[in-house]
């Protein structure tokens, strides 16, 4: 079994089998092959600000025609794993006008996890 690759703020990613762990729930859960993806590609440009073609290149590929739509449901659904409160987004933030920005800074101690 390969390790799990840890993410500063409080994220793990098991790269064998797309598991996702968040330490402050102390709880995994499974992530499509897309976000998966998305995350690592995130991941690999801690505090870039990523555009939406650049993303949607890097993880659809350069032939993909659809719409960025697609991604921003992607990056919601990602959201709703594993940000605190996905509503706030603090890991994966919109930069508006051009895409999103993964912050590799540790959440707070006091940030409230939605649903606890």
């Not at 690592?40 to 801690?46: G, I, L, N």
């Not at 051009?98 to 912050?103: H, K, L, N, P």
Request: hydrophobic residues 35%; glycine residues 6%.
């Amino acid at each position: 079994m390969k390790p799990a690759s840890t993410l500063d703020c409080g994220i793990a990613i098991g790269t064998k089998w797309r598991k996702v762990s968040r330490f402050m729930l102390v709880a995994s859960f499974d992530i499509s092959v897309r976000e998966f993806s998305l995350l690592r590609y995130f991941y690999s440009h801690p505090g870039e600000v990523l555009s939406r073609d650049q993303l949607l290149n890097a993880v659809w590929g350069i032939d993909y025609y659809g719409t960025t739509r697609t991604l921003d449901q992607h990056i919601a659904q990602l959201r709703k794993k594993i940000e605190p409160v996905p509503s706030k987004p603090v890991i994966i933030t919109t930069v508006h006008g051009v895409g999103y920005r993964y912050t590799l800074e540790s959440l707070p101690e006091e940030t409230p996890v939605d649903g606890l």
